[in-house]
């Protein structure tokens, strides 16, 4: 069981492939430190999938894009943690 003292809100990474323009998001989930739930969500879970991640790359602008499912026009890069630490999502494709 993950602890409490393990939980983060952090910042994600992703580029568009397609234009290679990269964003940085803040996530307002938790991110399990110690766990690996949270890498599952972006690496094979709902956030894997480029419908998904393009709602995260779109975060605050006023054109939101529909993106088909994929997996093949964002890459997560990493997330970073408020402490520093730095986590690779998408390292086979960085």
Do not use: Q
């Amino acid at each position: 069981m993950v602890s409490k003292s393990n939980i983060f809100m952090y910042t994600v990474h992703i580029r568009r492939n397609s234009t290679g323009e990269t964003r940085e998001v803040s996530i307002d989930y938790e991110f399990f430190k110690n766990g690996n739930s949270d890498l599952f969500w972006w690496t094979d879970g709902n956030f894997s999938c480029d419908c998904n991640r393009a709602d995260v790359f779109n975060t605050g602008n006023a054109v939101v894009e529909d993106v088909p499912c994929g997996y093949t026009e964002f890459t997560v890069l990493k997330v970073v943690l408020p402490d520093g630490t730095e986590i690779e999502i998408d390292s086979s494709t960085v």
